[in-house]
């Protein structure tokens, strides 16, 4: 015999309702705190070839989409981030231009290479 039981249905699916929420709440704060650690390892850096210092076109040369897409995907555990910091540190930063221009073969690697940029 079929029982239907409304209040209950209606119970669950608020319960659900909220759950979801908070799930997607930790989710988006994870999301903006991976971001940011993405920035943080930006911060206060140049690109190596034009000397561009603004964090939202910099990237890492050549493993950008790698580094950002394991940022995404791994955890924010110091030990996890210790390994993405290594991978860094295998890249160059340059901003999204100069990347573009590496990607063609459009920058002499030789006259860059005793270059120090200041700013
Ligand atoms: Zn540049």
């Not at 029982?3 to 994870?30: C, D, G, W």
């Not at 850096?45 to 890492?60: A, D, M, P, R």
């Not at 990347?99 to 006259?111: V, W």
Request: charged share 35%; net charge positive.
């Amino acid at each position: 015999m079929f029982v239907f039981i409304p209040s209950l249905n209606i119970n669950m699916s608020e319960h659900y309702q909220k759950y979801r929420n908070t799930i997607r709440k930790v989710a988006r704060r994870h999301r903006r705190l991976k971001d940011k650690w993405i920035n943080e390892q930006l911060r206060d850096k140049s690109c190596k070839y034009c000397g561009e210092s603004e964090i939202v076109v910099l990237k890492f040369y050549p493993d950008d989409r790698k580094i950002r897409a394991d940022s995404k995907k791994k955890s924010l555990k110091k030990d996890t981030r210790k390994l993405l910091l290594e991978h860094i540190d295998n890249n160059v930063i340059v901003c999204h231009n100069c990347f573009l221009k590496k990607d063609n073969d459009l920058i002499d690697e030789d006259a860059f290479t005793n270059l120090y940029h200041t700013s």
